[in-house]
């Protein structure tokens, strides 16, 4: 059987999601798993998970004098630039894999093995889990020299990792939130640097390398899912190798906090929330977790937006003028001011856009004819420079200004 490694970092403290992880990795027996942190990890973690103490300055340290240019990351996140990069810096631990890979620690996996088989690993140098683009929260890459420099083939690759803005150089230079049907679509996107899948597809067409791009993962909040010894399946009807949190962790109905000392060998995730039994007490909870308490949220915000712009109009003057972003897309939103000193927004083709607050939700803010509304943090003090945008189906995006505008 080949050998296979993922390796993550992750600075600061330890999120609620952790413990779900480490569950699917101790059902994963035959893959090890490298977790690389400044964290101390004082619970009992499975065999196959080593847990390195490692924090920023460790990694500039390393990547400094492998690279042979100066690297100062100051922040964890900007650490994702650099995950194609990882089978070179981290080639003394990876010496006795046959296969190393990157995982994001937001991810529940089920039998890895039985879709990344022995026979997938003989054919392809790198394996990615969706069809159309690269999902950086789970990949694999063959271990030797020419794989594990590929990331020098980019024409970009000095300018990212010198850089402390972050341009998803290990997927699509945040592209594949547009449209992808296949991989070459990365082609068609105006990117400001070249990814690696760029890179990766190029190589491929030079028949270079060759790379499994398949559908083995699941996001987004279906709700319908069970995880049983290892064992992940939606609705009882397909099975499938991880599924990521990122947009559940995101959504404000979701419950997104650990009630569990320990984690069972039997667990349902449904859209907004997380349980033991499937018994028809917790079905009606589950229905009204997934439909009412979103249905009278919404009603409720909807009531407060239309009586605060008929009565009250009260138009806001709280948020720092500038541009924002949210750290997984390009496009920002600029915030100005009227001479009059209230806020207004831009959003993408859009003229100016009042905002103003609600009555009753005074941490919300809100354009009727946009449909769009802002949450802000109550415990923030004032200005702010940092918001969300939410959605009706919970979703949430976090823009924070930049003190220097960003040219994208």
């Not at 088989?117 to 790198?126: N, R």
């Not at 949190?245 to 997380?274: E, G, R």
């Not at 039994?277 to 979103?294: A, G």
């Not at 100005?336 to 609600?358: C, H, P, V």
Request: charged residues 25%.
């Amino acid at each position: 059987m080949k050998k296979i490694c993922l390796t993550n970092i992750f600075i600061g403290k330890a999120p609620w999601f952790f413990k779900f992880f480490l569950k699917s990795c101790e059902a994963n027996p035959t893959v090890d798993f490298f977790v690389f942190t400044d964290q101390i990890i004082d619970y009992h973690v499975t065999y196959n998970v080593k847990i390195i103490p490692f924090s920023l300055s460790d990694f500039n340290q390393l990547a400094t004098k492998k690279l042979g240019f100066d690297i100062d990351v100051k922040k964890g996140y900007k650490l994702c630039d650099f995950r194609p990069a990882f089978g070179f810096l981290f080639s003394e631990y990876l010496t006795e894999y046959d296969f190393w890979g990157i995982t994001d620690i937001d991810v529940i996996y089920g039998r890895i093995r039985e879709f990344i088989t022995d026979e997938v690993l003989e054919e392809y140098d790198i394996i990615c889990v969706r069809h159309a683009f690269i999902t950086a929260c789970c990949m694999l890459y063959r271990n030797n020299g020419y794989i594990n420099n590929l990331y020098t083939k980019s024409k970009d690759y000095r300018t990212i990792f010198t850089s402390s803005k972050n341009y998803a150089f290990d997927e699509t230079n945040f592209e594949n939130g547009n449209s992808f049907f296949e991989i070459h679509d990365i082609f068609k996107r105006n990117c400001e640097i070249e990814s690696i899948q760029h890179v990766i597809v190029k190589e491929g067409d030079l028949r270079n390398l060759k790379a499994q791009f398949d559908l083995l993962l699941v996001d987004g909040t279906p709700g319908k899912l069970k995880w049983e010894n290892g064992i992940f399946s939606y609705d009882g009807k397909f099975e499938f190798m991880v599924y990521h949190l990122l947009y559940y962790k995101c959504n404000i109905f979701a419950n997104n906090s650990l009630k569990w000392n320990q984690i069972p060998d039997v667990f349902y995730i449904d859209k907004f929330d997380y349980r033991k039994t499937d018994s028809i007490r917790t079905r009606f909870k589950v229905f009204y977790t997934d439909n009412l308490k979103p249905f009278f949220w919404n009603f409720g915000k909807k009531m407060d937006c239309f009586f605060s712009y008929l009565i009250f109009k009260k138009k806001v003057k709280t948020i720092e003028t500038g541009d924002y972003y949210y750290h997984l897309d390009k496009q920002k939103i600029v915030v100005g001011r009227y001479d009059d000193g209230t806020n207004f927004l831009i959003l993408k083709g859009s003229s100016a856009i009042s905002i103003y607050q609600m009555s009753f939700n005074k941490n919300y803010f809100f354009n009727i004819y946009y449909g769009l509304m802002i949450k802000i943090e109550k415990y923030k003090s004032t200005p702010y420079n940092r918001f969300h945008i939410v959605c009706s189906t919970g979703h949430s995006k976090a823009y924070s200004k930049f003190e220097k505008s960003i040219k994208i």
